[in-house]
């Protein structure tokens, strides 16, 4: 039986700013990403989170990104490996606060945005995030882009990784997220998110956006949770993934 995880970018609302339809998608999905105050989110937001997952029986999962509130974490920074180290143990050990005082456990790391794409590439990157999650937890899952230099440094250190693909966004030749400030980055289209997920779970591949078709391995699908099509995307992934056989599981 196939078996994959469904996840979602939570916990993203701060202050006065809502974002995200949080509680109505924690009904479809299995894992949850909740921002850890830097990129987007609070404390309080942070706490109402970890609890609306343990309400869900949903895994809970860091989020962390850079400290860019402005730009939601998807700008690109220069930041040294002992910086990124710092930076992503830092927002763990907040998250985790809330999780240890809501009698849960922290279930994964996935890093959010600029952070996550750059660790993609960059080796030294991606060592220095997996050296922050197993010297914090070497229990903890390594969410990273499916193949990328994140997943086998987290599988060099010793790290359970979690290759993750998306259902809201195009691929390059080369495995990699088309960049958003290309054209046809997102997939806004239920259908065709819908179509791309049942190739990646069912036969390993997706389509480029040139066309090509490329291998690859999803143990875990995400959904952007700031995104117009959220709720929309997760309640119908999760009812075709079922429909075709597809059992969704939290990734442990």
Same mark, same amino acid.
């Given at each position: 039986m196939l078996t994959v995880d469904l996840?979602?970018?939570?916990?993203?609302?701060?202050?006065?700013?809502?974002?995200?339809?949080?509680? +109505?998608?924690?009904?479809?999905?299995t894992s949850a990403n909740?921002?850890?105050g830097f990129h987007a989110g609070d404390p309080s937001t942070m706490r109402k989170t970890v609890s609306s997952c343990i309400q869900n029986k949903v895994a809970i999962g860091a989020h962390p990104g850079f400290q860019d509130l402005q730009g939601f974490g998807r700008r690109n920074m220069h930041i040294s490996p002992k910086e990124a180290y710092e930076l992503v143990l830092?927002?763990?050990?907040?998250?985790?606060?809330?999780?240890?005082a809501e009698g849960a456990?922290?279930?994964?790391?996935?890093?959010?945005?600029?952070?996550y794409n750059m660790a993609a590439k960059s080796c030294s990157l991606a060592?220095?995030?997996? $050296?922050?999650?197993?010297?914090?937890?070497?229990?903890?899952?390594? *969410?990273?882009?499916?193949g990328s230099e994140l997943i086998k440094a987290g599988k060099s250190i010793g790290l359970p990784c979690?290759?993750?693909?998306?259902?809201? &966004?195009? *691929?390059?030749?080369?495995?990699?997220?088309?960049? &958003?400030?290309?054209?046809?980055?997102?997939? $806004? +289209?239920? #259908?065709?998110?819908?179509?791309?997920?049942?190739?990646?779970?069912?036969? $390993? $591949?997706?389509k480029t956006i040139t066309g090509k078709e490329i291998l690859i391995q999803a143990d875990s699908v995400c959904v952007h949770g700031d995104s117009a099509e959220a709720l929309v995307f997760v309640k119908m992934l999760r009812?075709?993934?079922?429909? #075709?056989?597809?059992?969704?599981e939290t990734l442990i």
């Open positions: 996840n979602c970018d939570l916990g993203e609302s701060y202050g006065i700013y809502s974002i995200g339809m949080d509680e +109505d998608v924690l009904q479809y999905v909740i921002a850890c830092y927002q763990i050990g907040a998250l985790n606060a809330f999780v240890k456990k922290l279930n994964h790391v996935k890093p959010h945005g600029a952070l060592d220095a995030i997996a $050296k922050a999650v197993f010297d914090f937890d070497d229990q903890l899952i390594l *969410y990273g882009l499916a979690a290759n993750e693909v998306f259902a809201d &966004r195009t *691929y390059l030749e080369n495995g990699t997220l088309t960049p &958003r400030n290309q054209k046809n980055a997102l997939i $806004k +289209d239920a #259908e065709e998110a819908k179509a791309q997920v049942l190739d990646m779970v069912q036969h $390993k $591949k997706v009812e075709k993934l079922l429909e #075709e056989g597809v059992h969704l």
